[in-house]
């Protein structure tokens, strides 16, 4: 009993560390939604700074420390999220977690390789290499203390407990108590929104990021006398800390906490009781692993549909609807050229590297599979390869031959592909990435410490196979062979993604319950990419093996399989060809660089490493931006021929469309020759300020492969147009634009002119006219799809137009995002719920406002919601919800309200209130700009009706003109229910 | 021409010039054998020197480097000068480390590999198929076995069949005046290498007499336990009667030694504590390592730097002015690369004047010689075995010094 009461004393003593990186962790991972992989390589590089500057350069430790924490590690933090993880934001999940996964390695490298740089230059540098028992800030050696029988506890663990306790105390404070703390949660929440209350959060998220690299800093720093200088160590340390941050759910710090010290405590007490673990080879090292992956299985709650990432919309195909020459001729070519290549021009020292490219690429295709078809994440890769080497080396030692070896090896990965994929697949993003994970360590640390599977460090050979006459023990033959092998595996695999199956998988990644309603069964589904990808990881692995004509238990680790997804990603994982780019990239490369390039072995790594960067603007690789960016810069050249732009085929940055000529609509395909300009009387005068000529699209009919896919929303739109038309023939004179956005003497509130936006090429918004002034409600109309939505988030910033004029108050406000438009006083009340559904009813008040006089001013007048005070927002029913929304509005008065669909989903007597509601706002002097389709209770409220379809104004007047019955009928059909 | 294909078009002209450059730069030797000539032998070595771990060898490469330098001034072997290329970095990457060993024969084209130090060798299946000699330092399973591959100071991985070291056991022997009745504790790692150490060195132990209450693999391997009490308490009460054993040998790393011998000393213990890792005299330059590790019994399979002798002095000159006349603190992997030149340079000499492969075996099987830094030498012995030879040394008050003296012990059957 007393060594039970030590163990668990001195394992929440032990168990600081993991709560310190674990809090890290959590505030990283609740900042910018990602598991920063690189958290460890952070603290290394810290503790590598402390190391120098102390005992090299001899600077004092305490203050040493304290520079690092609060200075140089925030600063780097600070640096990585200007450079890197604020572009990454938008791209998906795979992107950020290679990203991260490329700073793992680059940082330390890059550290190094400083102190490589200030050794040349002469500086007092201590060596990185071979150091123990470095001082940390404490005394060193430590001194130690004994308070109770059997609990030791040194000063080094005394210091580490009491910083993590005060940061972990610290941060509770900063982010329940403070408003910087609830700025931060709200972003977390709902990124979009809090920008639309006009709160940066690309502020927040440098802010949370300085935080958790100074957190980061701090660990690295503690660590140092247990760590020394292992970049290694730290990063392995990270993963099982991690576990904590599991506990917390990568949300709660002080969860995250508890869960560092129970997770001392647990390894404590498996030390001290678990004698039965002394059977099973490394059962006891992956400890931390069973528990991270039970946590991830056991408490991810799903958000997402199971297994998948973001579903990263797939890049333009540039060569859609050519021919197989045009897509494949290059290709073959250079599948040819190298065959070629092996028996004329490569040394025998290239034949071998290229066939090892050739090997691991195959090993790489995997990734196109379970990453590129089915956005699922695997880090375990590197397991399938070694153990389906290890099986067929067994087999080929008991005399199999070669070919039912390899088989069988390639049977054991899909086997193993299988039983890893069962339970994480209800996991998603980067839950699913680190159960692959730790699946992977558990691999390494128990399944290949079996020692008749492992054969000791032996292991076993894997002699090349030999067919007849040919014998691929010769580089050459090995390499032609693997050419052609490649060659048949990516004709397979694209036919597999044409295929039943693959559209299958592509329908799970992109909308799993559509596709279960379609009759693909998810599971399935997944459990098959999961085990074909092993499967083909296994047979590359087998192949590679038998390059090296041996495989051990070590050649491949967990680690490995991080910088494999990393090398991968970078060239791309959409295509299988594009895998094999990337193994050969992998294999030449690095001895390029050594030859021609450097000599530091840091540098490659830290290239290496920055191709996260590059990720951010090419998130679909190297391999797909290359062609793609030649094909835009070509079509822009023809198109600059015949004076036309053509969408750009990249999706990340939407072209601006020439002003002069916008591209043609979505949806317009069928009916662009039929479908005409509105009169002119249907549209205002152009303002007279306007730079722009007055636009019209461009007549004629367009080439169909310039148009995009027609939007969903556009089918119905048909009748409209015409019903407008007819209206418009009797524009009404007030509540348009006036041509000088000034009326009465006073400036609009907000007022658009001629403005045309839409989305990635495709415009919505084509010339669109609107003002309102203060105290007037200008009450858009239109059919689905018709660009309600698309204005409203043009009013409110969040969509920067293409062209045409926004004005707030008389200014010119078009380069607003939506954190300066929510400044200028203009707030969009955004379709659905403008909540932060996370936080309670309290703390979304606050968020606007900050006064609590103003916050019991609104519980006075809404009882409901004061009752409800502590309740997460999102608990509220829909209607408590729209007036937890508008409360604080009333309370403080925007300038300018943009209300999209304010209605939606509430019962009939709550869009009374609501409608309610807004008329007070209008008679405080608020301009409302009110999106509905519920008509008439909208137009009760109405000053101006503004008709919009298909991304124009059609007509607009005062209220008293739009009659009611027609418009009813015209616009909205059945809508409304009499 | 089609663009993606103009983009694959360019990367191979790259890569083929890059090919009939190197192909180019290559050849140029009269000699028909690889990388001997008439006045010169080309030698490479690899060796790991940055790593993830922080734990590097990169100087073996001085070491090696000293001892060729020595070999070029006294005149080469045989009348041909070392061309000793300086030692490719593995970074304990296998498969950079296969790419160094093809790198070295196949562009390089050297005769032979030494040194050769990593955490892994999976270059040895090709050094050994295309005939390269290769001397290095044989913790691994490649030095045992294979023709062409020598360990400096034997092979040290036991096999079945074949023997075991008996140099620990019988140095703490002598240290505690006998193995009668004296008991010993055994910890390592827990994975397959740490239960295999077990497995011999409690066989070793046993063999020389010392009752082994107590051995386990089970310290996590990968995350270092900043708790070390539970792990303590169990090794304090395993001794006869439920008392502390006579001695705690670690087969540990270094950070993890330090963790666990000064858990044992703040929980009292008195006894012996023994590692095979921690003679390095880096260790001595940090108050933390110098208090952990004071009074620990270190095993080492060559002559202490402590000790005193020609062939000591002359690795001492040698490694200095290699070091360009800096007084370099000493480590085990300088005797590494130092040792391993060495014997291949004295294979080399046997040979003769016509220094080919076959030549090379030839002269190493039935090579012998006495008195070393390693101790008594013999091929093929060493393919088989280690050397046996070792010493015992104690850090005392900052410094080490000589426990018991190196010699040969002679070897149990292993099995």
């Known amino acids: ?978 | 021409m089609p663009r993606p294909s103009r983009a694959v078009a360019a990367v191979f002209a790259l890569l083929l010039a890059t090919a009939c450059n190197s192909a180019s730069g290559g050849g140029g030797t009269p000699s028909s054998v690889r990388g001997v000539t008439a006045d010169t032998v080309k030698v490479g070595g690899i060796v790991s020197m940055t790593t993830a771990s922080g734990y590097s060898k990169k100087d073996t490469d001085l070491g090696a480097r000293a001892r060729y330098d020595r070999a070029n001034a006294e005149g080469g072997i045989n009348g041909r000068r070392i061309e000793y290329l300086g030692a490719e970095d593995d970074g304990q990457d296998p498969s950079r480390n296969l790419a160094a060993a093809r790198k070295l024969v196949q562009q390089e084209k050297v005769f032979a590999v030494s040194p050769m130090s990593s955490v892994t060798f999976a270059g040895a299946d090709f050094l050994d198929s295309q005939k390269v000699p290769t001397v290095g330092w044989g913790t691994l399973p490649s030095f045992c076995g294979p023709r062409h591959i020598y360990g400096f100071n034997g092979c040290l991985v036991p096999t079945p069949g074949g023997t075991l070291n008996q140099t620990w056991p019988e140095s703490l022997a002598s240290v505690l005046g006998g193995a009668r009745g004296r008991s010993v504790a055994l910890i390592a790692g827990d994975n397959d290498a740490g239960k295999f150490g077990i497995r011999t060195f409690t066989q070793g132990f046993k063999a020389a007499g010392f009752q082994v209450p107590y051995a386990k693999a089970v310290v996590p391997a990968t995350s270092m336990p900043s708790d070390w009490s539970a792990y303590t308490k169990e090794i304090l009460r395993s001794g006869p009667g439920g008392g502390a054993p006579d001695a705690v040998i670690s087969v540990m790393q270094t950070p993890y030694n330090i963790g666990l011998f000064t858990a044992l000393k703040r929980s009292g213990y008195r006894g012996i504590l023994s590692d095979p890792t921690d003679y390095d005299p880096g260790l001595l330059a940090k108050d933390a390592t110098k208090q952990a590790l004071d009074g620990v019994y270190v095993l080492l399979q060559f002559q202490p730097f402590e000790s005193d002798g020609p062939a000591m002095r002359q690795f001492k000159e040698d490694v200095k002015k290699a070091a360009g006349g800096r007084d370099v603190p000493l480590n085990m992997h300088m005797m590494t690369g130092y040792m391993s030149a060495d014997l291949f340079l004295s294979i080399a000499e046997r040979a003769g004047e016509d220094l080919t492969v076959e030549s090379f075996q030839k002269a190493a099987d039935g090579f012998s010689d006495t008195g070393t830094l390693v101790g008594d030498r013999a091929e093929p012995k060493g393919q088989k075995e280690s050397f046996g030879c070792g010493a015992l040394v104690r850090l005392k008050d900052g410094r080490y010094e000589v426990a018991v003296p190196f010699r040969c012990h002679p070897p149990i059957p292993f099995g």
């Open chain 1, 1 to 978: 009993m007393g060594d039970l009461l030590g163990f668990v004393l001195s394992g929440l003593v032990s168990g600081a560390l993991y709560a310190l990186l674990a809090t890290g962790l959590v505030l990283s991972s609740s900042a910018s939604g990602l598991f920063n992989f690189a958290h460890g390589a952070t603290a290394y590089l810290c503790a590598l700074a402390f190391h120098e500057l102390h005992s090299g350069f001899g600077w004092p430790a305490v203050p040493t420390a304290l520079l690092l924490v609060c200075g140089g590690a925030p600063a780097l933090g600070w640096g990585l999220d200007r450079l890197m993880f604020r572009k990454l934001a938008g791209v998906g999940e795979t992107a950020q977690i290679v990203a991260t996964i490329g700073l793992l390695v680059a940082l330390p490298a890059a550290g190094l390789w400083l102190v490589e740089l200030l050794e040349r230059m002469g500086a007092p540098v201590q060596p990185a290499e071979n150091q123990f028992g470095l001082p940390g800030v404490g005394p060193s050696p430590a001194v130690s203390w004994q308070p109770l029988d059997g609990v030791g506890i040194d000063s080094d663990q005394l210091i580490t407990w009491i910083a993590t306790a005060l940061v972990a105390a610290g941060l509770w404070i900063l982010l329940r108590r403070t408003r910087l703390g609830l700025e931060l949660r709200a972003s977390v929440d709902d990124r979009e929104l809090t920008g639309l209350r006009g709160i940066d959060a690309d502020r927040l998220s440098s802010i949370a990021w300085m935080l958790s690299s100074g957190l980061a800093g701090l660990a690295g720093v503690l660590a140092t006398p247990l760590l020394g200088l292992s970049a290694h160590d730290y990063t392995l340390f990270l993963f099982v800390s991690a576990t904590a941050a599991v506990l917390g759910r990568f949300v709660s710090v002080p969860l995250a906490f508890a869960g560092g010290l129970g997770l001392g405590v647990l390894q404590n007490l498996v030390a001290g009781y678990a004698s039965f673990t002394d059977d099973i080879t490394g059962l006891r090292t992956a400890v931390p692993f069973l528990v991270l992956f039970a946590g991830l299985v056991v408490l991810v709650r799903r958000r997402r549909g199971a297994g998948t990432a973001a579903a990263d919309p797939p890049p333009a195909d540039h060569l859609a609807g050519r021919g197989r020459a045009r897509r494949w001729g290059a290709w073959s070519a250079a599948a040819v050229l190298l065959g070629a290549a092996f028996y004329t021009v490569t040394t025998p020292f290239w034949s071998g590297i290229l066939a090892q490219g050739l090997a691991i690429g195959i090993v790489f295709m995997s990734f196109t599979v379970v990453t590129g078809l089915g956005a699922m994440v695997s880090l375990a890769q590197a397991t399938f390869v070694t153990g389906a080497a290890l099986v067929a080396g067994l087999l080929i030692s008991h005399g199999w031959p070669f070919a039912a070896a390899a088989a069988a090896g390639t049977a054991a990965a899909a086997l193993l592909g299988a039983l890893v994929a069962l339970p994480a697949l209800r996991l998603g993003g980067r839950s699913l990435a680190l159960a692959t994970l730790a699946l992977a360590f558990l691999a390494d640390q128990v399944l290949f410490q079996i020692g008749w599977l492992r054969n000791g460090d032996t292991g076993w050979e894997l002699p090349r196979p030999v067919a007849g006459p040919v014998d691929l023990g010769d580089d050459r033959a090995l390499g032609l062979a693997l050419v052609l092998l490649s060659a048949a595996l990516v004709a397979l695999l694209t036919r597999l993604r044409g295929s039943r199956w693959g559209r299958a998988a592509l329908a799970v990644r992109s909308a799993p319950e559509a596709a279960a309603a379609s009759g693909v069964s998810v599971v399935r589904t997944k459990l098959l990419l999961f085990t074909v990808s092993a499967g083909l990881a296994g047979f590359g692995g087998v192949l590679h093996a038998s390059y090296n004509t041996r495989i051990t238990a070590t050649d491949f680790t967990a680690m490995t399989g991080l910088v494999w997804l990393a090398v991968v990603v970078a060239a791309g994982v959409r295509r299988p060809q594009f895998a094999v780019v990337a193994g050969l990239v992998f294999a030449v490369v690095p001895h390029l660089m050594a030859q021609y390039v450097t000599e530091s072995a840091h540098l490659p790594v830290i290239l290496f490493g920055l191709a996260g960067l590059a990720l951010a603007n090419d998130p679909d690789g190297y391999c797909a931006a290359l062609p793609s960016r030649r094909a835009a810069r070509r079509a822009a050249a023809r198109a600059a021929g015949t004076g036309r732009t053509p969408p750009e085929p990249g999706r990340q940055e939407p072209p601006l469309p020439d002003r002069q000529a916008p591209p043609a609509p979505a949806g317009q395909a069928p009916r662009a020759p039929a479908r005409r300009d509105p009169p002119e009387g249907a549209r205002q005068d152009p303002p007279a300020t306007a730079p722009d000529a007055p636009r019209k699209a461009p007549p004629g009919p367009r080439r169909p492969e310039e148009l995009r896919a027609p939007g969903a929303g556009a089918a119905p739109a048909a009748p409209y147009p015409a019903a407008c038309a007819a209206r418009a023939a009797a524009p009404g004179p007030g509540g348009g634009v006036r041509g000088d956005g000034v009326s009465d003497g006073q400036p609009h509130a907000l007022e658009l002119a001629g403005v045309h936006a839409g989305y990635a090429g495709a415009p919505v918004l084509r010339g669109v006219d609107l003002a309102v002034r203060g105290g007037e409600v200008v009450l858009l109309l239109g059919p689905n799809g018709a660009g309600k939505s698309t204005l409203c988030r043009v009013a409110a910033g969040l969509l920067r137009p293409t062209g045409g004029l926004v004005r707030v108050r008389g200014e010119d406000a078009g380069r607003d995002g939506a954190v300066a438009r929510a400044r200028r006083g203009v707030r969009l009340a955004p379709e659905g719920r403008g909540i932060f559904a996370g936080l309670s009813v309290e703390e979304n008040l606050a968020l606007q406002l900050a006064a609590a006089d103003d916050r019991d001013a609104v519980y006075a007048r809404f009882p409901a919601l004061a009752a409800r005070r502590p309740v997460p927002a999102g608990a509220l029913s829909g209607g408590e919800q729209q007036l937890l929304a508008l409360a604080p509005l009333l309370q403080r008065p925007p300038a300018v309200l943009v209300a999209d669909e304010p209605s939606l989903g509430l019962a009939p007597r709550v869009v009374e209130e609501v409608f309610r509601l807004l008329t007070e706002l209008r008679d405080q002097g608020t301009a409302l700009v009110l999106a509905e389709e519920r008509a008439a209770e909208a137009l009760g409220v109405a000053d101006t009706v503004a008709c919009l379809a298909q991304g124009e104004v059609v007509w607009s007047g005062p209220r008293s003109e739009a009659d009611r019955d027609r418009l009813a009928e015209a616009y909205l059909g059945t809508g409304v229910r009499r």
